[in-house]
């Protein structure tokens, strides 16, 4: 069989259905391969969308994002989608087509040669898990069950291939042995004696909180977590990229914490003894920048930390147990060791949750309520929460409809909120949520975007109408980029280079109910606020591909319960 072959036989056995990417001549041999062994091939018109929906896919079914692109342009595009995903930790699968590889020492047309011959793959060094450039079809044995171990195991991440043209089309002999050549790993528990420090040192404090992560959601540990929270009677707060691991409608549930944190999350983790930190690395935006007595206060708090990655054991706080292991394992470790143990006779933790988060909601209601316009977003959010059914899947880019919605949209099941956390890319949610959808045909995505974010990948849409996938994105259109309007007017008294225009002021965007048209979608404008309910149950009964844009305000900031020191120097402006 043909190298091209080979390698689609290796995903084949590896249980991929879906690939993603966009064509071009280096890499359509396996494009071709992966058809004739019925795996579908997702075509995007740019490869930073195809990288999304292949990361999304990958965040709500948990199968392997497989991505597969053109050489040198394919491969640049593709990069922000890519490093977007490794920095969330989704593994995922690059294979890139290159240039024949005997020509490589002849810097032939479009390949990448100023430093090395042919060397599209070092882009991709400071951000991937492992290059390989795989110059011999032979080679290909060893690489592909390399490369999925890489991937999936351990901390995951992106693993690029970089194929040349004549080695997808050489002929190999060798067995398909991927799954073979595997080990099949059990789940890694940390030591028992760190496990039954960690139940000491949490069933003995006053006033503990578990802060969950992304670690949780990978592990599909959200049980566990459950199980523990209720069994030890300990508050939950989560990060942003843990947010759904967790139900936020329980007696329990703070919210996220952080720079954009609830303030029940965010006062409650300040004032706590032991956080029991479990899958996160402790963000930067998921702790106020790390300043002390904002979001956390370490020391005097002691830390439980598990991980399974043990560069994140450690790296911001001190920790007194620290466990490399499974977060899932581990867990129910645990929860094996507190149930040998007398219960805890301190005071019980719901009642002082439930009225913090009474206090949070007062706060935000008047903006949640208010009836001006263009409609605030903050009772944009409050609608969408109530109007969506509780395993719906929101998907989003950045600004309000990011941390806006991670404050202050519920998230009950797993796997309901995609976001991009660690690169926080404008421009993730079109095609994210194409992919969100294709992984979770069931249940009802929702994409939410910001004008600025949708027109930079605005051409994802084609996709969804191509293959007939019904996600209601819901548009914030606010005419300009509004979180850096409120840094330029906050902090400079100036709104340049945030808001569209035309010439003469005027606010400036295209007919975006024309614009959905144009694709073959639905579309539909709201800009009476009383307009919105109605307006969000027809979208959502609707079924097709559908774009609802919805006036919003540009000029509210938003509200910020925690820190970030990016102010400390932009406060000043430049005067």
């Known amino acids: ?78 990069l922000t ?28 047309h479009q390949g990448i040669r100023f430093h090395a011959d042919a060397s599209q793959g070092d882009i991709y060094r400071p951000f991937c898990k492992r290059v390989w450039r795989v110059d ?48 099949e790993y059990v789940r890694c528990v940390g030591p028992h004696d760190g496990i039954a420090e960690a139940a000491e040192v949490l069933a003995t404090a006053t006033k503990p909180i578990i802060f969950a992560g992304n670690g949780v959601l990978l592990s599909e540990a959200t049980e566990e977590l459950r199980e523990l929270a209720e069994l030890a009677d300990v508050p939950v707060a989560t990060t942003l990229m843990g947010k759904g691991a967790f139900p936020e409608d329980h007696p329990l549930a703070l919210g996220m914490a952080g720079i954009w944190g609830t303030r029940a999350a965010n006062e409650t983790t300040r004032e706590a003894d032991v956080v029991f930190a479990v899958g996160t690395g402790f963000g930067e935006a998921d702790c106020s920048s790390w300043k002390p007595g904002i979001t956390f206060n370490i020391p005097p708090a002691r830390v439980i930390q598990i991980d399974i990655d043990p560069q994140e ?28 143990r007398p219960p805890s006779t301190r005071e019980a933790a719901a009642g002082r949750v439930a009225q913090r988060k009474r206090d949070w909601a007062k706060e935000v209601a008047d903006t949640q ?52 956390g660690g690169l926080a890319t404008m421009g993730f949610s079109p095609a994210a949520a194409i992919g969100a959808k294709l992984g979770a045909p069931d249940r009802m995505v929702i994409g939410l975007v910001g004008d600025g974010g949708l027109l930079s990948v605005v051409g994802a849409l084609t996709t969804a109408v191509e293959l007939g996938i019904p996600v209601v994105w819901v548009l914030f259109n606010n005419f300009c980029f509004a979180t850096i309007r409120s840094v330029g007017t ?17 606010p400036y965007n295209p007919d975006f109910v024309q614009l959905a048209q144009s694709f073959g979608m639905q579309g539909a404008r709201v800009e009476e606020p009383g307009e919105l309910e109605a307006a969000l149950k027809k979208a959502f009964a609707a079924n097709v591909p559908y774009l609802l844009e919805v006036r919003t305000r540009g000029d509210v900031p938003m509200p910020r319960t925690g820190y970030w020191d990016i102010a400390d120097f932009l406060v000043t402006g430049n005067d």
């Open 136 to 183: 011999d079809v032979n080679l290909l044995p060893d690489v592909m069950p390399r490369a999925l171990n890489v991937a999936q195991t351990g901390r995951p991440g992106a693993v690029l291939i970089d194929v040349p043209m004549d080695v997808f089309s050489a002929k190999t002999s060798s067995p398909v042995v991927t799954v073979a050549r595997r080990p």
């Open 490 to 506: 906050t902090y400079f008294k100036n709104t340049y280079g945030t808001e569209f225009t035309t010439p003469d002021g005027a």
């Open 1 to 78: 069989m043909t190298g091209a072959m080979y390698i689609a036989e290796c995903l084949k056995q590896e249980g991929v259905t879906k690939v993603f990417g966009q064509c071009g001549h280096t890499n359509y041999a396996l494009i071709d391969a992966c058809h004739r062994l019925g795996i579908q091939y997702v075509s995007f018109r740019h490869e930073q969308m195809a990288a999304h929906a292949a990361d999304a896919y990958f965040r709500v079914s948990h199968k392997l994002a497989v991505l597969n692109v053109h050489l040198s342009p394919g491969l640049t595009n593709a």
């Open 369 to 420: 309520t208010d009836e001006g316009k263009p409609i605030h977003p903050a009772r944009l959010l409050k609608q969408l929460s109530e109007a969506a059914p509780q395993d719906a899947i929101f998907v989003t880019d950045v600004g309000w409809n990011k941390n806006g919605a991670g404050q202050q949209i519920l998230s009950r099941t797993p796997r309901s909120f995609i976001t991009s």
């Open 313 to 340: 054991v450690g790296k911001i706080y001190p920790v007194t147990v620290g466990i490399v292991g499974d977060a899932k394992a581990t867990l129910r470790e645990l929860i094996v060791q507190l149930n040998n």
């Open 81 to 108: 989608g890519v490093v977007t995903a490794a920095a969330d930790s989704t593994p995922m699968l690059v294979f890139a087509g290159n240039t024949q590889s005997y020509h490589h020492a002849r810097e032939p």
